[in-house]
């Protein structure tokens, strides 16, 4: 293979449970249920609402339609829209002229001022990618990822990637132990596939679809619901929420009213792709697939030095695993619960509330499996969907969870169990006994960034207000995270869709009172296989960094 030089100018970085008990229990459901009824006051509009088309200036995608902003927050839209712009990719032409990881390598270059690695150094690898006719690609825009790891020691650390725009790029990586440790990089979608996922979230922002039964005595009908609606000549029915102006829309029944509309779910998908662009995501071909290092792929790490200063590293949320355990490398100091008895006792007397998606019911799941005591309460409510409740009445700890509120891609919700965090925050009263965990990103996939966008804001004017009033609540936020890839999936929930939100969460939360658990990094610096619901390793080590943030120890 010809070997070419690479001009590396840094361009765009991208990161990558007794009767007592059973009435105390009975008056928690109660109150529970109570608060799940009161959903009077952040109604929606559900008004009709004639096809038109709109001259205002936030009209963008076509057909999507977006509610002025105040001065400050499309300010930040702005700021946040170029913080995260990638950089500018080919359209297909031929599949050949395409990245191809079988011809691409990557070669760890040597360490500045010469001679042997030491924990506290930073590797840097330089990865050239070439077509499938061998020959080297001339722009950027690839997505990749990359680990350094070590699968004796149980270690994994992610790599951060610099596109130089020009085929080549660098991935740079933090030694943090010392032994072997060997560089992973993954082609995750060539340039010109991310082109396809761009041109599908400005043509095609409705490919996925929901629908709505509406009934009323003997009559049923079921229309189609999204954020984006094309325009027709049929009404539409407005579910905007008053309170924090997230828009939702359904076509208008013909018998019925807007206010007949009692389910909620997942319709479908209209992939649209024409055949030629479908082989830009092969599995084993191009799509999540690994380049080889031309010469070695590791490096061995010798002791830190004793005569070096200022060589560790710190970030606010990052780390990497040893021994296969989570270790923060800045912020709060992560420890393992190993036993339920370690657990149990550190949401002794917490009310923890989850709210979020699938993700974030997860860890609901997790909690009630390993602390026999936190007994579950059946509220009759479907298994995806919730919303649930779980008390262990002995150590007064509450833990419920609750889905977000459109886009859910779940099936059959009930429109009463349609929440939008924002509106669930602002009925909570907080305090240094409450948790908020938050998790929302897999469901927006599909929608112009805008429309995540401003879920957060409005999800952070919540949450600002919550830590005004209670500042002693705790807030825990889960990032996104990668997942395994088919069509269907890179189509509808991409990771390159997902790193976009990533970042879009990351800034919109930035300098708040709030902490992270950094999913994104700990399934990229794992050796298990990328999931949209991480295997039990992973989700154990996420809920130490909760714990940890609940429960620190003295002196962290």
């Known amino acids: 293979m010809m070997v070419r030089a690479c001009n590396r100018r840094e361009v765009n970085i991208y990161l990558p449970k007794y009767s007592a008990s059973f009435l105390l229990l009975a008056v928690f459901v109660l109150i529970f249920i109570l608060h799940n009824m009161d959903f009077q006051k952040h109604e929606a509009n559900s008004t009709i609402i004639l096809p038109s088309f709109s001259s205002d200036p936030y009209m963008h995608h076509g057909f999507c339609t977006f509610q002025p902003l105040s001065s400050k927050d499309a300010l930040e839209e702005d700021l946040i829209l170029d913080s ?44 050239r990618m070439y077509d499938f006719q061998g020959q080297p690609k001339k722009s950027g825009g690839d997505f990749l990822v990359t680990r350094l790891h070590d699968l004796k020691l149980g270690a994994g650390v992610a790599g951060k990637v610099v596109d130089h725009l020009n085929g080549c790029y660098s991935a740079v990586f933090s030694l943090l132990w010392e032994g072997s440790a060997q560089v992973e990089v993954t082609l995750v979608h060539p340039s010109e596939a991310v082109t396809v996922l761009r041109r599908l979230t400005s043509e095609q922002p409705d490919r996925i679809y929901f629908q709505s039964v509406f009934h009323s005595g003997s009559v049923s009908e079921t229309t189609t619901c999204n954020v984006c609606l094309r325009p027709t000549q049929q009404p539409l029915c407005n579910y905007t929420d008053r309170h924090t102006g997230e828009p939702w829309f359904c076509y208008k029944p013909k018998k019925l009213s807007c206010d007949a509309r009692i389910t909620h779910s997942k319709g479908g998908f209209k992939e649209n792709l024409k055949a030629e662009e479908k082989k830009l995501f092969q599995s084993d071909v191009n799509m999540k697939v690994s380049i080889q290092a031309s010469g070695s792929a590791s490096v061995v790490v010798l002791p830190k030095k004793t005569d070096v200063k200022n060589s560790d590293v710190k970030c606010e949320h990052c780390g990497y695993y040893y021994q296969g355990a989570w270790r923060a490398l800045g912020g709060t100091t992560v420890h393992q619960f190993n036993t339920s008895s370690d657990i149990r006792q550190c949401l002794k007397h917490k009310m923890v509330h989850l709210y979020g998606d699938s993700t974030i019911r997860q860890w609901f799941e997790h909690l009630i499996t390993v602390l026999p005591e936190l007994k579950k309460f059946n509220l009759h409510t479907l298994k995806q969907v919730g919303p649930f409740i779980a008390l262990d009445y002995a150590n007064n700890t509450l833990v419920t969870y609750r889905c977000h509120g459109p886009p859910i891609r779940f099936v059959d919700v009930p429109t009463s169990s349609l929440r939008y965090i924002a509106n669930e925050l602002d009925g909570l009263p907080g305090g240094s006994n409450t948790v908020v965990v938050l998790g929302i990103w897999s469901h927006f996939s599909t929608f112009p960034i805008e429309v995540y966008i401003r879920r957060l804001q409005s999800i952070r004017r919540a949450v600002v207000q919550l830590l005004d009033r209670a500042p002693g609540t705790l807030v825990i936020i889960r990032t996104a995270n990668l997942k395994a890839l088919t069509l269907y999936e890179a189509l509808t929930n991409s990771d390159w869709y997902s790193l976009q939100r990533d970042k879009v969460l990351r800034a919109v939360f930035k300098g708040l009172n709030v902490h992270l658990v950094d999913a994104w990094e700990m399934g990229l610096a794992h050796d298990l296989p990328h999931s949209l619901h991480p295997q039990h390793p992973i989700i154990e080590n996420m809920i130490d960094v909760i714990l940890s943030y609940i429960c620190p120890e003295k002196g962290s």
Not at 89 to 118: K, M, N, V, Y
């Open 84 to 127: 995260i712009a990638w950089p500018e990719t080919p359209a297909l032409t031929s599949l050949e002229q395409t990245s191809d990881p079988a011809h691409s390598s990557f070669t760890i270059l040597p360490r500045r001022g010469g001679g042997q690695w030491h924990v506290g150094d930073r590797l840097e690898v330089l990865i």
